[in-house]
Structure formats: structure tokens, C-alpha cells
């Protein structure tokens, strides 16, 4: 069975603080694709990444980057300099090969304060 | 531009009612989903259609069901509303293939009185 943990559920910063977004999974196929979606306070879910199993390279776009783990089951993502605007609940997830099914963490919701 | 709608945006209703909650989208993307967002429990799959005519049951699929008669539409019906199915509604559409991203419409907010 597939499974996503999303161990924090509240994370509080001040701006420009840096802040880390843990996600662990699990899964016994091989090929695999993992995802992070952004839920602002206004409630659409907008996609932000997906990374397939085969792809361990480091991703950064401009003040995110994702670190994407193999060996210890994890994709955290991670927020330098967050803005007020990035406040949101933000969710992990996993798709097993072919199957286009997301499952979901149960997401962490950020709260940066000015 | 292509996008994903969903209608009513908040809905009040009765326990034991028949609801019926309508999804569009104009990706013509094969896959269709619905979900429901409970807090604590993240997104839930409720059914999900990979084409026209096919609908399949997700992880939450009891007291819902679906009819896929053309691309752009995936409407999602409660038989018999209950106080549990008080969610969040999201549904969502995907381009066939190598599990792509899925993209998400507005949400449906349903209380169930």
C-alpha cells in the first residue's frame, strides 16, 4: 500500500526566515512520482512540482527547492527567504506508475508572519 | 484559456437528499478525479474516470457515484446525503500518460444538515 506522511502539521516563521517542508512515502513499486501542490488561503490547490522516481537531482525554482531522497524515503521541500505570501497549506503527494491516482498527505500548514 | 469549473461553489442540504455537484473542464484531458479535503485527512480520492463511459471507485467512494458521458464532464452525485459527506469537493483533470500533474478546480464546499 501507498502511504504519505506529512509529520508537521503547523509551522510558524517570521519573513526571510528559511523554512524546510518534510514529506516521507511509501511504496513498493519502483516507479513512482512524487508531487507538491500550494493551497493559499483562497482553497485552489496549485500544482508546484513533480518528480519521478528514476530523477534524484535537486530542484530549485528562484526561493524554492526540492531535496528528493531515495534512501530515506523523503521529498522536503524547502522555502529560503519565505514571504508573507507564502503562507498556505501545502501538500505532499504520490503516484504510483500508470496509475495517475494521487494520494496525499494530510499537508502542513505554513504560516510566515512580517 | 483552458480551466477547470465547478458548480455550486457552496451547497447546503438536507440528510438524505440527492446532490449532485458538477465538474467542466476545457484541458480535453482524458482523466477526471474527485476528492474530498476533511481536516486531518489531507485529499481523499472518491472516483476517478480515465475516458468517456469508464469511472472507477477511489479510496472513499461509498455514498458517491459518477457517469462520464463526454470529455469535459465528470458530475459527482451523493444518492442520499449524510452528515459525514459535510466536505470539501475538489475536482480535477489530467492528461493520460505518465501520471502528470493534475490540475484542480475551485472547490465545492457541501454541508449536509
Known amino acids: 500500500a501507498q502511504k504519505v506522511t506529512q509529520a508537521q502539521t503547523e509551522i510558524s516563521v517570521v519573513e526571510k526566515e528559511d523554512v524546510t517542508l518534510d514529506c516521507v512515502y511509501e511504496t513498493r513499486d519502483t516507479t513512482y512520482y512524487l508531487f507538491w501542490y500550494k493551497q493559499p488561503p483562497s482553497g485552489e490547490l496549485v500544482f508546484l512540482i513533480r518528480?519521478?522516481?528514476?530523477?534524484?537531482q535537486n530542484e530549485i525554482s528562484g526561493r524554492y527547492s526540492w531535496n528528493f531522497q531515495k534512501s530515506t524515503s523523503s521529498f522536503n521541500f524547502t522555502i529560503t527567504a519565505s514571504q508573507v505570501v507564502d503562507s498556505a497549506v501545502y501538500f505532499c503527494?504520490?503516484?504510483?506508475?500508470?496509475?495517475?491516482?494521487?494520494?496525499f498527505g494530510t499537508g502542513t500548514r505554513l504560516q510566515v508572519f512580517p | 484559456d483552458a480551466e477547470i469549473t465547478q458548480s455550486p461553489r457552496h451547497k447546503i442540504t438536507e440528510t438524505g437528499r440527492q446532490v449532485t455537484l458538477a465538474c467542466h473542464q476545457t484541458?480535453?484531458?482524458?482523466?477526471m478525479f474527485w476528492y474530498r479535503q476533511d481536516l486531518g485527512h489531507g485529499l481523499r480520492l472518491i472516483h476517478y474516470?480515465?475516458?468517456?463511459?469508464?469511472?472507477n471507485k477511489g479510496e472513499v467512494s461509498d455514498g458517491y457515484s459518477v457517469s462520464r458521458s463526454n470529455t469535459e464532464d465528470l458530475p459527482l452525485t451523493l444518492e442520499s446525503a449524510a452528515s459525514s459527506q459535510t466536505s470539501v469537493y475538489f475536482c480535477?483533470?489530467?492528461?493520460?500518460?505518465?501520471?502528470?500533474?493534475?490540475?484542480f478546480g475551485p472547490g465545492t464546499r457541501l454541508t449536509v444538515l
Open positions: 503527494a504520490l503516484s504510483v506508475y500508470n496509475t495517475d491516482k494521487l494520494i
Open positions: 484541458w480535453n484531458h482524458n482523466n
Open positions: 518528480r519521478n522516481s528514476f530523477d534524484e
Open positions: 474516470s480515465y475516458g468517456v463511459q469508464d469511472t
Open positions: 480535477a483533470s489530467s492528461e493520460s500518460g505518465l501520471n502528470n500533474e493534475q490540475f
